[in-house]
């Protein structure tokens, strides 16, 4: 495609429900990466993925957090059990392995109310 | 770890003044250095890099320069336009962990006419 997708755009859910948020990449690119952006605050490491490598979880901030990505293309990042604190803007991005360029999509704002 | 410190803002400017955005890291070896930018409602995207010290990135009116000694990589632009207003993010993309890049908080930038 022409740019990193992420879909929704906008998701309001209520505590303790799950969301999954999806990315996908530019064609092609065999890393990926999900941040979290809060209000006012600067991007925030969760996960990142490169090739048929296990991924670096280092930052997911807890077992509610998980991410996969199948036939290292599309990626699914999913919140379990959300609280209001995960409210925030979720953003993707991707890039060549051997390039340090990250490609961003537009993010998903999630709501927790 | 590594870590990336900017200047906080919010940082207001007329329109033709001159601009910098102090940043400072701290990172083991010789890590690559970034400026992205987010525009209103939009997804992060690169401004500028420099992948080795005394490298000058520039793009679009804006210049940084890498500077091992000081371990900065401020933003800089002689002539700001409305259109600069945005957010600006410091980066950086160390050498001792393969996709784990890390970003300072970002320093939002508004120009009146």
């Known amino acids: 495609g022409a740019g990193v997708s992420q879909s929704p755009s906008n998701k309001v859910t209520e505590k303790g429900k799950d969301v999954e948020l999806r990315c996908d990449p530019i064609s092609g690119h065999t890393a990926l990466y999900w941040y979290r952006q809060s209000l006012g605050q600067g991007l925030e490491f969760l996960i990142y993925f490169q090739g048929n490598s296990a991924p670096d979880k280092s930052g997911l901030p807890s077992d509610r957090f998980s991410a996969e990505r199948t036939g290292g293309s599309v990626s699914t990042l999913t919140i379990q059990r959300t609280q209001q604190e995960d409210s925030a803007v979720y953003l993707c991005?991707?890039?060549?392995?051997?390039?340090?360029?990250?490609?961003f999509g537009a993010g998903t704002r999630l709501s927790v109310l | 770890g590594d870590s990336v410190t900017q200047m906080e803002g919010p940082v207001t400017l007329s329109e033709e003044a001159f601009l910098t955005i102090n940043c400072t890291y701290t990172a083991t070896g010789y890590p690559s250095l970034f400026w992205y930018v987010q525009y209103p409602g939009e997804g992060l995207q690169l401004l500028l890099k420099?992948?080795?010290?005394?490298d000058k990135g520039s793009n679009k009116g804006f210049e940084a320069t890498y500077r091992k000694e000081t371990t900065s990589f401020h933003l800089e632009k002689g002539s700001v336009q409305v259109s600069d207003s945005a957010v600006y993010f410091c980066a950086l993309k160390g050498n001792t962990n393969a996709g784990k890049s890390t970003f300072g908080d970002g320093t939002t930038l508004t120009v009146k006419p």
């Open positions: 991005a991707s890039s060549l392995f051997d390039r340090n360029i990250q490609y």
């Open positions: 420099a992948t080795k010290a005394d």
